[in-house]
C-alpha cells in the first residue's frame, strides 16, 4: 500500500430526492488520519482526483471520540462511526456511504429522527415528582447500577438498526436500540413504575416480536452494548406482560 | 407582562440548556430549544471524570464551604464568591436530583452514591457514572426533556443555527434570528427571553479537547452585539490529552483521581520502553515537588509542570513532547469499572491499552472560564437572590447565558468536576430569575412591531448571502487552521508580551485574508460552509478579545502564565502568614522580622498586584475592536491570599 497518499471513494448525494453519485479522493497521508481530518482535508481542498472542483463533502460530527453518536457511516461496506475510523487499517480506497436505513440529508448525512420517536413511544425516562429538593434517589446495588450503565452508554449512533435485517426504511420496527432503552429504565427503582406502559408500547406493531433474532446488532455495536440480553430480556418481560394482560384485566 | 404563557427561547441542548427547559417546562411556561445537531449529541457528552458536590459520603469531614473555598482557590480568587458558594451549596441537592431521574451513579456496597478523588481538593467529592459522566448527565436530562416534549410542553428546534438577537429600538432582547440548516432558510422567533447556553469557543484553537461545534459563535454574536464579554483571556489547559492530527482527545483527570500517576524517565532522551524503566529511575515530577496535592494538582499547576519539564527541562518521553501518564499499578477490573469509557478511548485511538502501557499524554486547550459576561443579586448573606432578575443575565436586557458560555464561577482556573456542575446550576438557579424579568417589563414582546424582526431577518439573509457571493481565493476551513496555529503559538501556558503583540498582527493579517474568502459551496440545502464561514469570523473576533485580555494583564493569576510577572514565592511560604501579615497591618506597622526572611517582601508584592489586577476584564466592542475595561471581584466571603499545594 502506498503510503504518501490516501485514496477515498465517497458516495454523495445533494437532496434527499437526488440521485447519488460518486467521487474519488486523494489526500496525503499522515500519522494517526481518521476518516474526519481526511473529510477536513477534503474541506479545505476540494478537488476531486481527476482536478474537478467540487463542493465540500456534508457529513455528521462533533466530539470526534465516539461519545456522540453523530458520525454514523458506511465505511468499506461497514457501519461504524468515522472518528474511530483509522486509515492505517483501513483498506483503499476506502469507500464512504451514508447509512442505508435513513432519509439520506446529503451527501454523507442521514435523518435519525426516527430513533428519537422511538423513544419517546417506549417512554425512555424515569418519572419524577418534580426537580425541586426531595433528598436522595433510590438505593441501587452497584451490580444493577453496572447493569444500567452499559445498556445508558447507547449514544443513538444507529449502528444496531442499519445492520438489522428487520429494520428498514419503509417499515416501523423498533430496532435492539430502543428495546434495550426499555429494559435499562425497567431496571431503575422509580423507572420500573412506567413498566407496564413500555412493555405495551413495545408488544404492538413494530416491536419486539418482529426481531428476527439475526444477533447481527450486538456484532457491530460500537460500546459493546449487551443488545441481545436486551432483546431475550425485554421478550421474557412482554410474555409475562401477556399473560398478566390475559388475567389481570 | 403577558397574559398568555411566558415563552422562553433556549439556545443549546447541552446541560445548561437542557436542565433550563426542564425547569421551565415544570413552571408551566413555553419554551423552545434551539439546537445545532440532534439533542443527545451535545459537546457535554465529552466531559468524563465526574460531578462535585461536597455530600461528605466518606466522612472525611467536607462541607458546601470547604468546596467554596477550593473553588475559589483553585480560580486565584478571580471569581465572584456568593455565586461560587451558591453554587457549592445547591451541589448536594443538584446530585440528588440527577440519581432520581435515573443517572446510573457509581454507587458504594450500601448502595449509595460513591465518590472519588478529583485536583485541587483533599477530599473526596465528585460522584461520577464510570468516565462518561457528561454523557450520562446529557442523556438524563434530554430524556426529562423528551418527556415534557412527549407531553407538547417543549417545542425542540433542532438542526437550527442561532445567528443573532432580536433587538428593539431600546436594545432590549426580543427574539432570536434562526437559520434552518436544512432549508437554509432564515427566520425570527420572538419570546419574552434568550438563554444563551452554547458552550464554550474551543474551535478558536483548532485542535482541543472540544467538540467541532464548540466555536463559540453565538457567544461572540451576542458581543458583536454589544453585550459584554468577560475574562476572555482565562482559557484553560487541560495537562492530559492524547496528541493527535484532528483533535486532542481528553484523558480525564480521574485518571490521576483514581491514582494515575505522571512521570518522565529521569534521563533525557530515554527510549527506553516505559515498564523496564526502574522506579528509581522514573521522575514523579509532581508528586515530589507537590507532596501534599501530588499528582492532583490543579489542572492550571500541572499543565504548567509538564510544560516546563517539556521544554526547559527537556525530559519529554524520548525528546518529544509527551509525558507518562500511568495507571498499570491498578488492578485491570478496577480500571475497567472506574474508567472504562477513557480506556477504550485510548485504546481505539493508539491502539495501546493503558491498563498493560503507560498512555503517553500532552496538555490540550480545554475550556474557557471567560465568557460573556453575566450579572447576579447576592442575598447579603454570602448566596444569591434566586429570584433576581439580574441573575445570568448578560448586559443586553433580555439577553441571558448560562454554562461554559458564561464567565462567572471559575475565576482564573476551572477545578475539574466543577464545570458540570456550574452548567446544571445555571440553568437550574437561572429560570426563577428570568420569570421575574418577564413579569417586571413594562412593554411586553406583543408591542414590538414586526418590522423589527423583519429589519433583523432581512440583515442575516443578506449577511448569509453575501457570505455566499465570496468568491476570493482563501479556503475558510484552511484560514481556521491557520487561525488555530496562530493561538496555539502563543496563546497558550507560557505567555509574552512580545509574542502576543505579534499575535494581535498575525490575527488582523487572518482579518485581511477573510476578506478575501472563497465561499467554497453556494448551494442551498444542508449546506453547512456559508455558516461556517459566519462562524469563522467570529472566531477570528473572539481570537482577538482572547488575545488582547492577555496582552493588557500584565500579572500571572491561574492559567494566565506571564513568567515575566511572576511573584516567586518563597518555597516555605505559609498562606497563613499572608492572613498573619494583614491582621498586623491593621494593627500599624508590620516588622520585617515576624517573618522568614523573605516572606513580608513575597506579600507586599502579593498585595499590590492584587490592588492592580485582582479584578474581571470586560471586552466591549467598540469601533471594531474589543474595548478593555476593569470591574471588580467580589472578594467579600475569603480573603484573597497565595495558592500553595505543597
Redesign the interface.
Known amino acids: 500500500m502506498n503510503k504518501k497518499i490516501v485514496k477515498l471513494k465517497i458516495k454523495r448525494r ?2 434527499p430526492d437526488a440521485k447519488p453519485y460518486w467521487q474519488e479522493f486523494t489526500i496525503p497521508y ?5 476518516i ?2 481526511c473529510l ?1 482535508d477534503i ?4 478537488t476531486t482526483q481527476s482536478g474537478e472542483s467540487v ?2 463533502i ?1 457529513w ?11 458520525c454514523t457511516m458506511l465505511i468499506n461496506g461497514k457501519v461504524r462511526q468515522a472518528c ?1 475510523a ?1 486509515i492505517d487499517s483501513l483498506e483503499q480506497p476506502v469507500i464512504l456511504e451514508p447509512m442505508s436505513k435513513f432519509p439520506v ?2 451527501d454523507l ?1 442521514v435523518d ?2 426516527r430513533m ?1 420517536e422511538n ?2 413511544k417506549v ?6 415528582d ?2 425541586h ?10 451490580k444493577v ?2 447493569q ?2 452499559a445498556l ?2 447507547c ?2 449512533c444507529g449502528c444496531c438498526l442499519e445492520a438489522c435485517p428487520q429494520f428498514s426504511l419503509t417499515n416501523n420496527f423498533m430496532g435492539a436500540a430502543t428495546f434495550s432503552q426499555v429494559r435499562l ?1 425497567n431496571l ?1 427503582p ?2 420500573s413504575m412506567l413498566k407496564e406502559e413500555r412493555l405495551d408500547a413495545v408488544m404492538g406493531e413494530g416491536g419486539i416480536t418482529d426481531c428476527g433474532n439475526a444477533q447481527v446488532c450486538v456484532e457491530v455495536c460500537p460500546k459493546s452494548i449487551p443488545l441481545t440480553e436486551s432483546i431475550a430480556d425485554i421478550g421474557r418481560q412482554t410474555t409475562l406482560q401477556t399473560l398478566k394482560n390475559i388475567f389481570m384485566k | 407582562m403577558p397574559k398568555r404563557k411566558k415563552k422562553i427561547i433556549v439556545i443549546g441542548g447541552g446541560l445548561t440548556g437542557l436542565s433550563l427547559a ?2 421551565i417546562c ?1 413552571r408551566n411556561a413555553e419554551v423552545v430549544v434551539v439546537s445545532y ?7 457535554s ?2 466531559a468524563q471524570g465526574g460531578i462535585n458536590a461536597a455530600i461528605d459520603a466518606r466522612n472525611e469531614g467536607d462541607s458546601p464551604e470547604n468546596h467554596f473555598y477550593d473553588t475559589v482557590k483553585g480560580g486565584d480568587f478571580l471569581a465572584h464568591q456568593p455565586l461560587v458558594r451558591d453554587m457549592c451549596y445547591q451541589a448536594p ?1 443538584i446530585i ?2 440527577l ?4 443517572v ?11 465518590f472519588r478523588r478529583f485536583g485541587g481538593t483533599l477530599y473526596s467529592r465528585t460522584a461520577f ?2 468516565a ?1 459522566t457528561g ?2 448527565l446529557v ?2 436530562l434530554d ?2 426533556v ?2 415534557f ?2 407531553d407538547g410542553a417543549v417545542e425542540t428546534l ?1 438542526w437550527h443555527e442561532y445567528l443573532g438577537a432580536v433587538l428593539d429600538s431600546q436594545g432590549v432582547c426580543r427574539g432570536a434570528v434562526l437559520q434552518d440548516l ?1 432549508t437554509n432558510t432564515v427566520f425570527t422567533l420572538a419570546g419574552d427571553a434568550v438563554v444563551l447556553a452554547t458552550g464554550g469557543p474551543g474551535q478558536v484553537y483548532v485542535r482541543s479537547t472540544n ?3 464548540n466555536t463559540g459563535a453565538a457567544a461572540t454574536m451576542a458581543y458583536l452585539q454589544g453585550a459584554k464579554y468577560g475574562n476572555g483571556e482565562f482559557i484553560q489547559i487541560h495537562p492530559t490529552a492524547i496528541p ?4 486532542l ?2 484523558m480525564s483527570e480521574s485518571a490521576r483521581g483514581e491514582g494515575g500517576r505522571l512521570w518522565v524517565p529521569r534521563k533525557a532522551g530515554d527510549a527506553r520502553p516505559p515498564k523496564s524503566i526502574p522506579d528509581s529511575e522514573r521522575n514523579y515530577f509532581l508528586e515530589e515537588k507537590f507532596p501534599l496535592f501530588g499528582n492532583l494538582v490543579p489542572r492550571d499547576v500541572a499543565s504548567r509542570e509538564i510544560h516546563d519539564i517539556v521544554y526547559n527541562q527537556n525530559l519529554g518521553i524520548a525528546g518529544e513532547p509527551m509525558v507518562y501518564l500511568d495507571l498499570t499499578h491498578k488492578s485491570k477490573d478496577y480500571l475497567e ?1 472506574r474508567l472504562g ?1 477513557i480506556i ?2 485510548y485504546k ?2 493508539t491502539g495501546e491499552d493503558p491498563k498493560d502501557v503507560p498512555m503517553k499524554i500532552f496538555p490540550a486547550v480545554h475550556y474557557s472560564m471567560g465568557g460573556l459576561w453575566t450579572d447576579y443579586e447576592a442575598d447579603g448573606n454570602g448566596m444569591i437572590e434566586h429570584g433576581s432578575p439580574r441573575n445570568q443575565a448578560t448586559s443586553i436586557p433580555g439577553l441571558y447565558a448560562g454554562g461554559e458560555a458564561d464567565y462567572q464561577y471559575h475565576g482564573a482556573n476551572r477545578l475539574g468536576a466543577n464545570s458540570l456542575l456550574s452548567c446544571i446550576y445555571t440553568g ?1 438557579m437561572m429560570c426563577r430569575g428570568i420569570f421575574t424579568y418577564i413579569d417586571n417589563q413594562d412593554k411586553s414582546v406583543d408591542d414590538i412591531p414586526s418590522t423589527t424582526f423583519g429589519d433583523a431577518r432581512n440583515h442575516w439573509e443578506s449577511r448569509l448571502n453575501e457570505i455566499k457571493a465570496m468568491k476570493g481565493s482563501e ?1 475558510p ?2 484560514l481556521h ?1 491557520d487561525l488555530g496555529d496562530i493561538m496555539m503559538g502563543n496563546v497558550l501556558i507560557v505567555r509574552e508580551n512580545k509574542k502576543l503583540e505579534k499575535t494581535i498582527r498575525e490575527i488582523d493579517d487572518i482579518k485581511t485574508r477573510f476578506k478575501d474568502v472563497n465561499c ?2 453556494s ?1 442551498d ?5 456559508p455558516s461556517f464561514i459566519n462562524q469563522l469570523y467570529c472566531m477570528i473576533e473572539l481570537s482577538r478579545v482572547i488575545t488582547k485580555g492577555a496582552i493588557m494583564r500584565d500579572e500571572f493569576r491561574g492559567a494566565h502564565y506571564k513568567p515575566e510577572f511572576d511573584l516567586k514565592q518563597p518555597s516555605d511560604f505559609d498562606p497563613h502568614e499572608y492572613i498573619n501579615y494583614l491582621e498586623k497591618k491593621n494593627y500599624g506597622e508590620v516588622s520585617e522580622k515576624a517573618f522568614p526572611e523573605g516572606h513580608l517582601e513575597y506579600m507586599k508584592r502579593f498585595e499590590a498586584n492584587n490592588e492592580n489586577w485582582l479584578k474581571s476584564t470586560v471586552a466591549e466592542y467598540k469601533n471594531n475592536k474589543p474595548e478593555i475595561s476593569y470591574e471588580p471581584v467580589d472578594t467579600s466571603i475569603v480573603t484573597p491570599r497565595p495558592r500553595k499545594y505543597d
Request: hydrophobic letters at 30%; one cysteine or more.
Open positions: 445533494d437532496k499522515k500519522e494517526r488520519l481518521n474526519i481530518a477536513q474541506q479545505r481542498n476540494p463542493n465540500p456534508t455528521d460530527c462533533n466530539c470526534l471520540e465516539e461519545v456522540c453518536g453523530s474511530t483509522l440529508v446529503r448525512q435519525r429522527s428519537f423513544l419517546k417512554k425512555a425516562w424515569v418519572e419524577i418534580g426537580t429538593d426531595i433528598g436522595a434517589g433510590p438505593v441501587m446495588s452497584d447500577r453496572a444500567r450503565y445508558s452508554e449514544m443513538s429504565f431503575h422509580s423507572g | 426542564m425547569k415544570e445537531q440532534s439533542l443527545k449529541r451535545s459537546h457528552v465529552c441537592a440528588h436530583l440519581d432520581r431521574i435515573g446510573a451513579f457509581n454507587r458504594t456496597g450500601e448502595g449509595h452514591l460513591e457514572a464510570g462518561t454523557q450520562q442523556y438524563a430524556e426529562q423528551r418527556r416534549q412527549h433542532e436544512r467538540s467541532t461545534v493527535g492530527p484532528d483533535k482527545r481528553l469499572d469509557g477504550d478511548i481505539k485511538f437550574l479556503n476551513y484552511q487552521r467554497v459551496d448551494t440545502w444542508a449546506n453547512p460552509t
